[in-house]
């Protein structure tokens, strides 16, 4: 007897990149983000919506860490080594970062549904 929630469906897949995008940002930045390259390679082997969400999940950690360490540069060269630069660093990253991760987890929510990501759509 089937239960009244159970799928009716196949899953989609898209569940496995969004969960390596937030493991490069929480646990294990280079091998995610070397898994999310290899997936990226695998593509065209893939569903649309595993192939939308690992798209967005690599530009997205490529963005992160652009934004991050260049805001970072400009406050090192706006500061220098003060203690001014050093609150600017740590609001920057820590603010960037959180941005990230609640994307990854609202990407994370779409995925489950098997719906495509919140993406520009020309760039997937």
């Not at 009716?8 to 390596?20: D, E, I, L, N, R």
């Not at 290899?38 to 997205?60: E, I």
């Not at 540069?73 to 740590?90: E, L, N, Q, R, S």
């Not at 941005?99 to 719906?115: D, E, N, P, R, Y």
Request: aromatic share 16%; net charge positive; charged share 10%.
């Amino acid at each position: 007897m089937q239960y009244s929630g159970a799928q009716k469906k196949a899953a989609s897949g898209a569940v496995v990149p969004v969960f390596w995008y937030l493991l490069n940002l929480l646990a294990i930045p280079v091998i995610g983000f070397v898994v999310l390259l290899w997936m990226y390679s695998q593509r065209s082997r893939v569903n649309d919506v595993r192939r939308a969400h690992t798209r967005a999940a690599l530009l997205m950690s490529v963005t992160g860490f652009i934004l991050i360490s260049s805001g970072i540069a400009i406050g090192w060269t706006v500061f220098g080594d003060m203690g001014h630069f050093w609150t600017f660093a740590g609001v920057w990253a820590v603010a960037l970062h959180t941005g990230f991760v609640l994307w990854g987890i609202i990407s994370l929510a779409q995925a489950m549904s098997g719906k495509m990501p919140y993406f520009p759509a020309k760039w997937l």
